[in-house]
């Protein structure tokens, strides 16, 4: 008689319970510090669960703030990602072999321009993207103190996303310019109960549910996601099959998917 061994599947980790071992802390404290600091105070479970989702896709600290999270008017959240964290993006792609910039002056030796230009090691040509003070300079202290920084930093940000693909994710200038994005909600977590010294009116969102801001940020998480099991996460994480109760917009979300699958499986047998 041949024996059968019996294997056991390992359980999954939560990308909560992953990311929190990853720096060393417990997975409510993790939890606890992000919610104080780089989400919006209502962030739900799901949106809190896409947001890490993203981060460890891109591998970013959202403890030193290399990414964070603004309310969207559709009830969800944008990951942000600033300098710092586009600049790990950059250093830490194993394709990348420098970037360099150019800068360019009108005649009286006004800066105008920068081009940034990023050298992949498996690219012949470097990837090059030209921004223009005209068009990217805003009436903000940054803006008026340091131009040549502030646009040295948008032509690196844009020049990466055309070099390396990166999705989901915008800079902080994008997301104050966006109206899709509302930036001055989460400046501060809200002070703890005990130090409200008048009672609160309970207040009853009665907000429809908006469909397509649940599919676009399902679109997001996915393009994010870069295997099945990441997957299966974003999927699980937006309770895509409860949410959606028409047949229309949950046949577009398994499209959606089905489309995600197809493209990482294409890349992995490249």
Known sequence: MTGNVATLEQPKRSVLVSMSSDYGMEPGAFEATLRATVVPPNTSKEQFAAFLLVAKQYGLN????????????????????????????????????????????????KLTAITARIHRKDRQHPTMVTEYMEECRRPTEPWTKWPARMLRHKAAIQCARYAFGFAGIIDPEEAERSPEVITGEVQAPPPPAAAIAAPVEEHIDVTPFDVAAFLDRLDTGLQAANSEETIEEVWDAEAVEANLTDEESLQRAFDMKKARLTAITKAAAK
């Open 62 to 109: 959202p403890i030193t703030k290399e990414i964070y999270a603004f309310p969207t008017k559709g009830g969800g959240i944008q990951p942000i990602v600033g300098i710092d964290g586009w600049m790990n993006l950059i250093n830490s792609h194993p394709a990348c072999d420098g970037i360099e910039f150019d800068d360019q002056f009108d005649d009286k030796g």
